[in-house]
């Protein structure tokens, strides 16, 4: 039997998502972003998903051109956005050949546009930079990029225009109303649609809205904000991780649990072993205390995270046997909730889930256990 730890990949979820981000702005044209293999849930299906219907994405948003040509070979034919931009002139022909769109932040790229060989022109996104400080041009200098821009043989059509959100998940931050002053100033003398609003900016700052909006976390049922669960914003969870329990010990008061003995059994008591650990992506510094659920119960992790298992407290489940389901996050146990416990976020452990871990969509998961 192979390893029962799996992460099942809720597609059903996943449109709903998306359906809450169309009602949440519904004048805007939505470019899904699917990129770090959309967000660790498995980059064709979730495009494919993401694509069906009247409710469909308009658009898919990636960071690099390896991305856009997975997603080409899936068959997938919607416009895609390549986040970062293209690094080479020899990618121009790429982006040509599989009518991809591009953004451009960065002098070097315009200038490899306007030396470009005669071709195919291409939909560009002029990025400004209004106080993300990464990528983008500088506010001041977004009328003259654009004019560029729109005097290129190898751009189709008048430039879009987006920026990027620093500070949106904190809804109390001036930071972003500042950014979008700074994005309008620069931009008002310009034409074309524009796109501000990541997830957070879609639910939170309803300025922030123009022609595009950019779903990125949101359609994975994951809050962008640090004051509200996803429940709380009408989101669902799409991956839930799964194992089992291979093992249930017995342990005297004062014994010692995993690498280190930094915790100590307070009284005899059982200990549950599950096959996962950080080769699977779990997160090493999740600290004793973190939920896990057995049986649908929640249980404490105790002890250091190790490569292939975890220690749990089954106090409160003495009737566990080996074999027995286990939850680490999804549905029932939010992976924000483990990311707080190991001092990181959401994002992160989605993106951290690693190969060994098989990805199964609901649908199949239900077949297999039928």
């Known amino acids: 039997m192979t390893r029962a730890t799996r992460a099942v990949i809720d597609l059903a979820a996943l449109q709903h998502n998306l359906r809450q981000a169309r009602a949440a702005a519904p004048g805007a044209r939505v470019m899904a972003i699917v990129k770090a293999n959309a967000y660790g849930h498995g980059l064709e299906h979730v495009a494919d998903a993401l694509a069906q219907g009247e409710q469909g994405c308009d658009s898919f948003g990636v960071a690099c051109l390896d991305e856009a040509l997975a997603l080409r070979a899936a ?37 490899m546009l306007e030396h470009a060989p005669p071709g195919a022109p291409i939909v560009v996104w002029l990025k400004v930079d209004t106080g993300m400080h990464r990528l983008g041009f500088a506010p001041e200098a977004a009328a003259a990029a654009y004019s560029r821009l729109k005097d290129c043989r190898a751009v189709a059509g008048p430039p879009r225009l987006m920026t990027h959100l620093a500070n949106a998940d904190d809804r109390t931050d001036a930071c972003t109303a500042n950014q979008l002053t700074r994005f309008d100033e620069a931009t008002a003398k310009l034409t074309g649609p524009r796109s501000i609003a990541n997830s957070a900016g879609l639910l939170g700052w309803s300025e922030a809205q123009r022609e595009w909006v950019r779903p990125g976390i949101m359609l994975y049922g994951v809050s962008p904000f640090c004051d509200a669960t996803a429940a709380e914003l009408g989101l669902r969870p799409v991956m839930t991780l799964h194992s089992e329990l291979i093992a249930v010990n017995h342990y005297r008061r004062g014994d010692a649990i995993g690498y280190g003995g930094t915790w100590v059994c307070p009284e005899d008591m059982p200990v549950g072993v599950i096959g996962i650990g950080y080769g699977d992506g ?77 990805l199964v969509t609901a649908t199949e ?4 256990v039928g």
């Open 282 to 358: 779990y997160p090493r510094h999740a600290v004793s205390g973190t939920p896990v659920l057995v049986n649908g119960r929640a249980v404490q992790l105790v002890g250091r995270v190790s490569m292939d298992m975890i220690c749990v407290d089954l106090r409160t489940q003495p009737r566990a046997r080996v074999g027995d389901p286990v939850v680490l996050w999804g549905q029932g146990l939010p992976v924000e909730v483990v990311a707080d416990h190991a001092s990181t976020i959401g994002y992160e452990l989605l993106c951290s889930v690693t190969q060994r871990v098989t």
């Open 365 to 368: 998961a239900v077949h297999a």
């Open 75 to 111: 068959g997938i034919d919607r416009p895609i956005v390549l986040l970062e931009g293209f690094t080479t002139a020899g990618d121009i022909e790429l982006l040509r050949r599989h009518r991809l769109e591009t953004v451009v932040h960065h002098e070097a790229q315009l200038a």
